[in-house]
């Protein structure tokens, strides 16, 4: 009896093993893969970023606690330098806004106006609620096959995944990201983060929470309403 209980121990344990190294090899080769699949998409320049009409921003929250949040802070400069140096027409700035008091586009379009951007190229999505939200409404509701994606560098190989997945022709602007200390954490959670980005695509084939009608704004970028001036009084 106890030598049958000791090999049923075993078992499960050299079973347990076995499961934990293939999924822990998974894990990592997708992670390998993803990145592969993307380095050659992503630039760390805006000036060796392509032209395109789009930039797509993704979406954080402005502030951690009381402090300004430097992934924030840092995609919004470069988006910023983007459209000052003529590598894109406009923006679409894609977040979260699920409280009345979160709103992550209207923030992020705020913030581009006291740069100077005209609101005319300026186009949200409230229904960004994820990466996979994001870069699919992209197209299917803005009607968007051309662009740059904004996001920090870690960032950038899963979103150009998805990306070219629904054929979306994309190149991602990776910016800066904090200190090294927070870096472990994000790249850390940023593994498993693409492994469920490979499972939503290519396994379970996840649709984004929204849809909804078609709202084009290429022909709008080509087209812009000039800015309407405040007459000045005498």
């Excluded at 992934?71 to 979260?96: C, H, M, N, P, W």
Aim: charged content about 20%; glycine content about 6%; some cysteine.
């Amino acid at each position: 009896m106890l030598n049958w209980l000791a090999r049923t121990v075993r078992s499960l344990l050299i079973g347990g093993l076995v499961l934990a190294a293939l999924a822990t090899g998974f894990v990592v080769g997708v992670d390998q893969w993803i990145a592969h699949k993307a380095k050659n998409k992503i630039v760390s320049k805006v000036v060796d970023a392509p032209l395109a009409p789009v930039a797509l921003v993704l979406g954080t929250s402005k502030y951690i606690g009381k402090s300004l949040n430097p992934y924030y802070t840092f995609r919004i400069e470069s988006a910023i330098e983007l459209y000052q140096q003529g590598k894109v027409k406009g923006f679409l700035l894609s977040g979260d806004n699920a409280h009345r008091s979160y709103n992550e586009p209207w923030t992020m379009k705020r913030d581009l106006l006291k740069a100077g951007i005209p609101e005319s190229v300026i186009f949200l999505d409230y229904a960004g609620f994820r990466t996979l939200d994001s870069i699919v409404r992209a197209q299917s509701i803005f009607d968007v096959d051309e662009m740059i994606i904004v996001t920090q560098t870690f960032h950038c190989y899963r979103a150009l995944y998805i990306a070219n997945h629904i054929k979306i022709d994309a190149y991602c602007l990776g910016v800066k990201a904090p200190t090294p200390t927070h870096w472990y954490n994000v790249r850390f959670r940023e593994i498993f983060a693409r492994t469920k980005a490979f499972l939503d695509i290519n396994i379970i084939h996840t649709q984004p929470r929204f849809l909804g009608d078609k709202e084009p704004i290429i022909e709008l970028l080509n087209n812009p309403e000039p800015e309407k001036k405040v007459p000045q009084q005498d």
